[in-house]
């Protein structure tokens, strides 16, 4: 199997991705008992939850030759793999300390710059006429989480 993939499975990928995201928030507000730390991490999971939508909306805008499959497969496999690589990329299947903030905060960090990198991957796949811009404006409001995440880590620390 290629590593070829259409606008629609790039947008399918981009939504596991951020769906592991909000997953990752929630279960860790759950770990903390802050409750501001608690909220915080709510709230990142409703921006997650908000990239989601705006990748299942490129998604459904999607022209039929967009969901053209680019490789033969008639197993299935493309499915599979895009499914795996979005797990195995940014948050989910990752070893990270969810019994501090702090631990919940440098895995947050490392998992945000991760799906920055993904993302920055996509946009070889995705054309300026099918979402482009958009994954433009999620990269740099991932680089936004980042920011916030390393703001709320320093002022943790003290």
Known sequence: MGLDFNANEV??????VERNGAKYYREAAEKVANEKDKNFLFELAEMEDDHEVTFANLRKNLSANDKEPLTFDPEGETGQYLKALADSC???????DLSSMEGILTGAIAAEK???VFYLGMEDFVDVYHGKDRINAIIK???RHIKLLSSRLLTSAK
């Open 141 to 143: 409001e991932e680089m």
């Open 114 to 116: 991760d799906s920055i």
């Open 11 to 16: 947008f399918e990928m981009a939504e596991l």
């Open 90 to 96: 940014v948050f989910k299947n990752k070893t990270i």
